[in-house]
């Protein structure tokens, strides 16, 4: 069965960063593309930024260019997102997705083969 769960949320001040986790389970995940988006209290949810299989990246998101990235650590079947800088637009349920189709910054159940429950990031002061 093909799981990720999300981790690293919490809150944190404007200027700071985060490091989120996506831990995958049930299959290898340098196989797969993962896409990482995020949904804000009323808001659809966002494409924020995506990873190929070969490591090439795709930051669908204007407002996060420059302060969040993503990285894979094969050894531990994980996904990280970076974030720095965040600001308090940034706020919203963060969530990994996993797939065999490529990018895309939609949010479609018919693309992504598997989502991750999310985790909540709150930029305050």
């Known amino acids: 069965q093909l799981q990720l769960v999300e981790s690293g949320g919490g809150l944190v001040q404007p200027g700071g960063s985060l490091r989120l986790s996506c831990a995958a389970s049930?299959?290898?995940?340098?196989?797969?593309?993962i896409g990482w988006f995020r949904q804000a209290p009323g808001k659809e949810r966002e494409g924020v930024s995506c990873?190929?299989?070969?490591?090439?990246?795709?930051t669908y998101a204007e407002s996060v260019k420059g302060r969040f990235t993503i990285s894979r650590y094969n050894a531990k079947n994980t996904e990280y997102h970076e974030m720095n800088s965040l600001q308090p637009g940034d706020t919203a349920i963060y969530y990994c997705?996993?797939?065999?189709?490529?990018?895309?910054?939609?949010?479609?159940?018919?693309?992504?083969?598997?989502w991750g429950q999310g985790t909540q990031v709150t930029v305050s002061s």
């Open positions: 990873i190929r299989p070969g490591g090439s990246r795709l």
């Open positions: 049930g299959f290898k995940l340098d196989y797969y593309v």
């Open positions: 997705a996993a797939g065999t189709k490529g990018c895309t910054n939609a949010a479609s159940s018919t693309w992504w083969r598997t």
